[in-house]
């Protein structure tokens, strides 16, 4: 057989191609070339064909069945051949695939190989893609790596102590004898990588992070002799020595000095040192600024020293460079809670990065203007906002309107400046505002009685100049209506009042009626605006005349308003001028005391309840829509004893548990009547929950048992309500590891109520040394059999684990 062509002659021969078809023809010629060689077990050329079947793995190709060949390369006693086969390694394997096992021993022999370059290799392919099972069986080779006189060795073999560590936490402790002398090596290398493998066990461990403050003093001797240092051609970056391994012992620093007053008094004035010495002309120096700021605001440091890396912050909104300008708005984002005062002090140049022609830039320093205004700048800030406003792109229209309501509701200095920014809002982005932004500017006019002639009268000038904006024209249309009085009569003080008269304000109204531009609610705004100036002007048959013509219209909602308007002037017009007086003023209303979401058949009613007769509860608000998502229908009837902080979005999410159960256990019941209590003890909420629990002989049931997670079902029946059941749930844990944020769910058909009690934790405690109880009721009126489905959610080792499940196979006692 012919020598199979080079790498280089290869990847040539691929760039020539003049289409992807031309290309992928080629692949699979050359691919099939190096199966053929693989097949004959040619080991001259083996290396060549990897090596080629690597480059095309890169540009997607598949490339699955040179795994094996990788494996006979480690194998191999060249240096050449171990080079290739540990990178088609770490492309071509990963732990979920069996056949990573099988390098196992020939890594642990290249570990304690006689040359560097071979040890490094491996050690480098562990630190990749090394399983949990591999790091296991070699972390003892790792750690005496680690402790070698070579530092080519110890820096490779501290970063694969770092993954080992990612992957069996438990194993940490084995490499802390050897951490010791790690700070005290002179190359940077090693240096970088230690504090690297340090940074990882402390963010780890508690214990480790306690452990390793002691080590603050000489972190901070080292960056000291780095800042101070004189020229080093081999680590010199743009006129700053080793700028890589300044950033990560400032990370170090960061995190050894969160929360402890004695390792941030040590760090300060090293902070103030490298703050003040670091060069900014080069993107060098300004990524140590930044992560000496970013160390500055997280440990407990001095308060000038927070002004200094805020200033800092500021020097790098006047950066050319967009990156650093963002860096620094979403820097200070963070900061300007705790620092009010010193960001305010670059509060203009702020406002000027809304000019930036950056969409990110911008968005941020919209974030951060609006969390600069207080009472005392809101007129310059909403006047830069509202150009903002004016010339911002549509993307941003929306979250700066309502940032702009939010500010000024909170800080208005007047109730007129307070509606003219509304309007002027209202005005040039009234097509983006939020739903509620038009009931509150009509609150806010209705209780501001002196401002009522002024608003009516600009809201009127506004509507001649434009009705294209909805949420205006329907704030205007309710101002003329209650208000049109005032503004005929020319009663504003405020400004120059305008001459109007009644005809020209009805037609007005009028036009917007017919208008292509109004929407229906605009619509109905309009018409009933018309209708309330029939007690307020004296145009009383013209007014009869347009409410008689809107009695046909095809819009439903108009055309009750106009049949009802229609009726007030024919059957009850003696009642009509009370009906349609003035407004009064209005008040917000605010429930009092905690709401329950009571599920009737999918519909959510929030019903307040008394706290007294509910036992103390501490799952998460959002548990019930969680819940939901198991529930196929909306005709699962589901009470909740938890205090939900959104009661009205509860109702619409509950659903997707009962997707395929069968619900055919006969008729569905009648809805109960009003006079039914809505929970589920019918009548006894005033009684505590498990009063009166009748011990009846029911045998136990495993309802779940996977993963090592099992779950038992005990079972009680309620007096003096016998069609009540019982159910304790008790959860246990036969893994190695405990399981978190354990959540237990479940939903029954519609012919029955269920009613889930918070649990005793939400940690289920490993190799079964204990167990989490939760209580569910069950209302069973129809005495059918009872049908549940579960869902179980919970974090093993670090990652996420959901699961459903079907539990069918109920005691008939416990149903019957």
């Not at 009064?584 to 009737?600: D, F, L, R, Y």
Request: with cysteine; net charge neutral.
């Amino acid at each position: 057989m012919p020598a199979p062509i080079r790498l280089r002659e290869l990847i040539r021969t691929i760039r020539t191609a003049r289409t992807q078809a031309e290309e992928r023809e080629m692949i699979q010629k050359e691919c099939a070339a190096i199966r053929s060689s693989f097949r004959e077990e040619d080991n001259t050329y083996r290396c060549r064909n990897v090596a080629k079947l690597l480059y095309m793995h890169m540009l997607g190709y598949p490339a699955h069945f040179g795994q094996l060949e990788c494996l006979k390369l480690i194998a191999s006693q060249k240096f050449t051949d171990k080079r290739i086969g540990y990178l088609g390694a770490m492309l071509l394997l990963d732990e979920r695939q069996d056949v990573h096992l099988l390098m196992t021993n020939c890594i642990k022999n290249d570990l304690n190989h006689s040359t560097q370059y071979v040890q490094g290799l491996a050690l480098c392919t562990l630190g990749c893609m090394g399983s949990s099972e591999m790091c296991r069986d070699l972390a003892g080779e790792v750690e005496k790596l680690l402790k070698t006189s070579n530092s080519y060795l110890r820096k490779k073999a501290a970063l694969c102590a770092v993954h080992v560590i990612r992957k069996v936490p438990e194993l940490m402790e084995m490499f802390l004898p050897a951490t010791k002398n790690l700070l005290s090596e002179k190359n940077h290398g090693v240096l970088h990588t230690s504090v690297v493998l340090l940074t990882e066990m402390c963010e780890r461990s508690p214990d480790m992070l306690s452990h390793f403050r002691k080590l603050v003093p000489q972190l901070v001797r080292i960056l000291k002799n780095l800042i101070m240092s004189g020229y080093s051609p081999e680590h010199d970056v743009s006129g700053i020595s080793d700028p890589f391994l300044q950033v990560r012992i400032l990370r170090l620093l960061r995190i050894l000095g969160k929360g402890d007053d004695d390792s941030s008094e040590a760090m300060n004035d090293i902070l103030a040192q490298v703050a003040t010495n670091t060069e900014t002309s080069k993107n060098v120096g300004n990524a140590i600024l930044y992560e000496t700021v970013l160390t500055i605001m997280d440990i407990k440091s001095e308060s000038g020293l927070r002004v200094l890396a805020i200033n800092i912050l500021g020097r790098f909104l006047l950066n050319n460079d967009k990156n650093i300008r963002y860096v620094a708005l979403t820097s200070l984002l963070k900061t300007v809670q705790t620092d009010h005062n010193a960001v305010q002090r670059h509060r203009s140049t702020i406002v000027d990065c809304l000019k930036d022609l950056d969409v990110s830039i911008k968005r941020r320093a919209m974030e951060l203007s609006f969390a600069l205004v207080n009472g005392n700048n809101i007129r310059g800030m909403m006047k830069e906002l509202l150009y903002f406003l004016d010339s911002c792109d549509p993307e941003f229209k929306a979250d700066c309107a309502s940032g702009v309501f939010l500010a000024a509701e909170k800080y208005a200095p007047s109730k007129r400046w307070h509606i003219d920014t509304i309007m002027r809002v209202l005005t040039t982005a009234g097509s983006y505002v939020r739903d509620d932004s038009v009931p509150n500017l009509i609150q806010l006019i209705t209780n501001s009685v002196e401002m009522h002639a002024y608003t009516v009268q600009r809201l009127y000038k506004a509507l001649l100049d434009d009705i294209s904006q909805q949420p205006l024209v329907q704030v205007a249309s309710w101002c003329i209506g209650e208000y049109g009085d005032l503004l005929v009569s020319g009663q504003c003080e405020e400004e120059e009042p305008i001459q109007v008269t009644e005809d020209e304000v009805l037609d007005v109204l009028e036009g917007l009626l017919v208008s292509n531009l109004s929407t229906p609610v605009t619509r109905g705004y309009s018409l009933t605006a018309i209708m309330k100036l029939s007690t307020r002007f004296s145009s009383v048959n013209r007014i009869k005349k347009v409410v008689s013509i809107y009695g046909s219209s095809i819009d439903v909602e108009l055309q009750q308003r106009a049949v009802e308007y229609n009726a007030l002037f024919k059957k009850y017009d003696h009642m009509r001028p009370a009906l349609l007086e003035r407004m009064p003023i209005m008040e917000k209303t605010a429930t009092n005391g905690p709401t329950e979401i009571v599920q009737t058949n999918g519909e959510t009613e929030p019903s307040v309840v008394e706290t007294k007769h509910l036992p103390p509860v501490t799952q998460p608000a959002n548990q019930a829509n969680d819940l939901l998502d198991l529930l196929g229908g909306n005709d699962v009837p589901v009470i909740q004893t938890t205090m939900p902080t959104k009661p009205a979005s509860a109702g619409g999410e509950l659903l997707d548990l009962l997707g395929d159960l069968s619900l055919s256990g006969g008729p569905t019941p009648a809805p109960a009547s009003s006079s039914q209590p809505s929970f589920l003890l019918d009548g006894l909420t005033s009684q505590p929950l498990f009063n009166d629990i009748a011990t009846a002989a029911i045998p136990p049931m495993t309802a779940y048992n996977k993963n090592g997670l099992k779950i038992d079902f005990t079972f009680e029946r309620a007096n003096p309500n016998p069609n009540v059941a019982v159910i304790t749930i008790h959860a246990s844990n036969s893994a190695d590891a405990d399981m978190t944020e354990f959540v237990f769910q479940a939903a029954v058909p519609k012919t029955f109520q269920l009613q889930l009690l918070s649990p005793s934790s939400n940690v289920v405690p490993a190799l079964n040394q204990g167990t989490v109880t939760q209580v569910i009721r069950v209302l069973n009126p129809q005495k059918q059999q009872l049908r549940m489905r579960i869902k179980l959610t919970y974090t093993l080792k670090g990652s996420p684990v959901q699961d459903l499940a079907e539990v069918n196979n109920f005691p008939p006692q416990s149903w019957q």
